[in-house]
């Protein structure tokens, strides 16, 4: 429930993810493309993972 | 900030099956509370048409070079054999002027992706601008042209005319300019205004059963919380993007009148005689920023350039360096460096912004994340103004019922 109970928290920590790994990857080590990548597809990810275990739930 | 909300009464209870909705959540809120979700439903609600076309155009700009391809609108060129040496710059601007005699050339592009490529952009004498300026792309190996179409004339380029200025120029600019603005306060405000509404409401958690009007709620907080980063990112970058030529301005305006003050080059007679070799003065600027590559030169006498000298373009070897520039001012009759110039702070946003608008710089992985963040963008824009119009025969309704009672 942290998102119900910090909502404005959770927003502002799912656009620092996102945005710090779009700026990673802005970097052109393939390192830095891949963790990039994989923060920015963090939040998307999360969601969809947590949207289908509430579906399974019910 | 004190809470914005607090529910005071609301229907719990469960409405049978195919019920239209529950009862409205009513809140007593804050001063700021209302004011931001005024500015919540009507920045939406305003910008929602118009981030409609942004965002199908958006989504076709990110495959365009995919796209130009499949319909045959990507020049080729066979690559040259290994250790051929380029051929001199002026004869592949001579060959650009032969194509078109009565324009001059005013600036060239190194295309770093292609790097066998130089498009030499000719205009009419006395043009300072690039507007209707002629692109000839050339191979700088052969030294001779690639067929290529105008890359405004395509129908990516079209789009991206559509996307970026909506075929009005600089106003057009600025309009989109405002409706990403208007994005940006809508999302910001959708922060400030969302936590009631999902007050007890897991992350994920989609209400079924109780309403479509809900449900939709539901998707239109969690989709929105989900694609907020990326949503914040790509409408901040459409500001400044927006502003790019304003930018642009403003340079000319003042770091280009102080260079050119500094160095001579006002009032100086435009360097159009034999001078220094297009070579040579890319050598110079090169040479004096070892490991920096030329990206484009800019005639003499250009809107970005002093009478006397070449603006050179320099891109950094590696990291963010190759997405900015530094600007070399190279004096067209003895290709002496006058000075390096680095971008001023407004300048490097708006090369920032670019990549991080466009989100072509990540392969096909980050082209997808950025069409399903678009299209879920998308779906939240257009599921907010469903609820917004979806209140409306409610409260049409509710207020038939209080008529009716009053009468009987």
């Given at each position: ?58 | ?171 057009g600019e600025l309009a989109g ?78 770091e280009l009148q102080r260079l ?38 800019l005639y003499p006498g250009s ?106």
């Amino acid at each position: 429930m942290i998102w119900a109970r910090h909502p404005t928290g959770v927003a502002l920590a799912v656009t620092t993810v996102t945005i710090a790994g779009l700026a990673a990857m802005l970097a052109e080590g393939a390192a830095w493309k891949v963790a990039g990548f994989i923060l920015a597809a963090v939040p998307p990810a999360a969601g969809l993972a947590a949207y289908l275990s509430h579906r399974r739930g019910r | 900030m004190t809470h914005p909300a607090r529910i005071v009464a609301g229907t719990r209870t469960r409405p049978p099956p195919g019920a239209a909705a529950v009862a409205p959540v009513r809140f007593t809120a804050s001063r700021g509370f209302r004011v931001s979700l005024w500015l919540h439903r009507w920045t939406g609600l305003i910008a929602a048409p118009f981030f409609l076309i942004l965002c199908i155009t958006g989504t076709i700009l990110i495959f365009h070079e995919e796209i130009d391809e499949g319909l045959g609108y990507a020049a080729h060129a066979e690559a040259a054999s290994p250790g051929t040496p380029e051929r001199p710059l002026s004869e592949i601007v001579a060959t650009a002027v032969a194509k078109t005699p009565e324009r001059r050339p005013l600036a060239l592009v190194f295309d770093a992706d292609h790097p066998e490529r130089v498009t030499v952009s000719l205009v009419e004498p006395g043009t300072r601008s690039f507007d209707g300026a002629k692109p000839v792309v050339l191979d700088r190996y052969r030294g001779t042209a690639i067929e290529a179409p105008d890359p405004r004339s395509t129908p990516t380029g079209i789009i991206l005319t559509l996307h970026a200025n909506w075929f009005l120029g600089l106003p057009g600019e600025l309009a989109g300019g405002v409706v990403a603005l208007l994005v940006v306060i809508c999302l910001v405000t959708g922060v400030v205004i969302y936590g009631p509404f999902i007050k007890g409401l897991a992350f994920g958690l989609i209400r079924r059963g109780r309403g479509e009007r809900l449900r939709q709620r539901d998707l239109h907080n969690f989709l929105g919380t989900v694609t907020l980063g990326w949503a914040l990112l790509v409408s901040a970058t459409g500001v400044t993007l927006a502003l790019g030529d304003i930018a642009l301005k403003v340079w000319q305006a003042t770091e280009l009148q102080r260079l050119a003050v500094a160095h001579g080059g006002q009032g100086h007679a435009l360097a159009t005689g034999p001078g220094a070799s297009l070579d040579a003065v890319r050598a110079a600027a090169e040479a004096a920023k070892p490991g920096w590559r030329t990206s484009l030169m800019l005639y003499p006498g250009s809107a970005f350039s002093t009478d006397r000298h070449f603006t050179v373009l320099l891109v950094g070897p590696e990291g963010l360096q190759k997405r900015l520039f530094e600007i070399a001012l190279v004096d067209a009759a003895d290709a002496r460096v006058a000075e390096i110039a680095t971008l001023p702070w407004y300048l490097v946003v708006t090369q920032l912004s670019q990549p991080l608008h466009f989100g072509d710089y990540g392969g096909l992985p980050l082209k997808l994340l950025w069409t399903a963040c678009a299209w879920f963008t998308l779906f939240v824009t257009g599921n907010g103004a469903w609820l917004w119009f979806a209140r409306r025969p409610r409260r049409k309704a509710a207020g038939e019922e209080r008529g009716a009672g009053q009468t009987a």
